[in-house]
């Protein structure tokens, strides 16, 4: 028998509530127990002092924020959005969160945030631009071609100036982006 399978839930939760959160990911996937354990303790008790829900996010929010750029970023955020406790649908200073990781030119980790099946595509921000539009702005062809086909997505979603994803991709002469929308009929 493991070492660690002999320890008290008491200790563990001690131990799970230093690990980094990138890292809780793997921890959910050594035993039941464990996975049963971080579930009551660390991850499902928001007023408890294991609560681990919004330092998840924030976690997440300062790798998008981050100025350096590394791969060893997108394995991090490949990592948190493993995790079912970081909401992918949570506003940052009024941008979903999806759509502040497009804002902030990572379109890398955005692509990840699709492989997520709670994620809502379409919520907007305080602009009504949904994440189809700051690609489209952008001119993240790739990233425009996954979002309009998440099963979520909504074809010619207008934000709050009436503009399509087509509109902010021809306004900000980004081609790729507009030729992406035309293939695929979204105007």
């Not at 030119?105 to 994440?131: Q, W």
Request: glycine share 4%.
């Amino acid at each position: 028998m493991d070492f660690f399978e002999k320890l008290p839930n008491e200790v563990l939760a001690n131990i799970f509530a230093v690990v980094e959160v990138e890292d809780l990911a793997a921890c959910l996937n050594v035993s039941k127990r464990w996975k049963l354990l971080l579930k009551e303790t660390v991850l499902n008790r928001d007023s408890s002092l294991f609560s681990r829900v919004p330092e998840i996010n924030q976690a997440f929010v300062e790798l998008i924020e981050s100025e350096q750029r590394t791969k060893r970023d997108v394995d991090r955020a490949r990592k948190l959005l493993a995790l079912d406790e970081l909401d992918v649908n949570a506003f940052v200073e009024g941008l979903p969160l999806i759509s502040r990781t497009i804002h902030d030119g990572r379109p890398e980790v955005a692509l990840l945030f699709l492989e997520r099946t709670d994620l809502n595509i379409i919520l907007a921000g305080r602009k009504g631009n949904c994440p189809i539009h700051h690609a489209a702005k952008a001119g993240h062809g790739e990233l425009v071609l996954k979002i309009v086909s998440h099963p979520t997505y909504v074809r010619g979603e207008v934000n709050g100036n009436g503009n399509t994803a087509l509109h902010k991709a021809v306004k900000h002469s980004n081609l790729d982006a507009a030729t992406t929308l035309l293939r695929t009929h979204d105007r």
